[in-house]
């Protein structure tokens, strides 16, 4: 199963509110609770979990790196670290599903219409002029 990346998640925020992600942090800040803190809270979280998982990726690469000895003291610091990866990738897979479902259970937020502008009603015709004489 493919999973979205924070990068994805992030234009589907975007698109789905109309605004850059940066603005919609600050925007988030003065409201109260709701579904766009919602979002961008799993946002951040998928963000982590994709750190946590480029971290523990070089780590074990740094660990696995060919000229390095793998004695007693390293497995364990190998295993370690692939514990901590899996976990990150499965916290990343819960992330990335989560707020994918969100987002598409949402329909962008349509652009507000403005108001009707109100057409003057047309004058009344003018009574002709008279052609008679007054006294």
């Keep these: 199963m493919t999973y979205l990346t924070s990068i994805e998640i992030a234009g589907r925020i975007e698109d789905l509110y109309g605004a850059p992600l ?6 988030a800040q003065d409201q109260p609770p709701g579904m766009l803190s919602a979002l ?3 946002y951040d979280h998928l963000v982590g979990a994709e750190r946590s998982i480029a971290f523990h990726r070089q780590h074990l690469g740094r660990l696995l790196h060919p000229e390095r000895q793998i004695g007693r003291c390293e497995v364990s610091h190998l295993l370690d670290g692939a514990r ?16 994918a479902a969100v987002l598409h259970s ?14 003057p009603a047309p004058a009344p015709p003018r009574a002709a002029p008279s052609t008679s004489r007054s006294r």
Excluded: F
């Excluded at 940066?22 to 925007?27: E, G, K, M, R």
């Design 40 to 42: 961008l809270g799993m």
């Design 22 to 27: 940066a603005d919609l942090h600050a925007h």
């Design 106 to 119: 949402l329909a962008p937020v349509p652009a507000p219409t403005p108001p009707p502008v109100a057409t």
């Design 84 to 99: 901590r990866l899996a976990e990150a990738v499965a916290v990343r897979d819960v992330q990335a599903t989560s707020v």
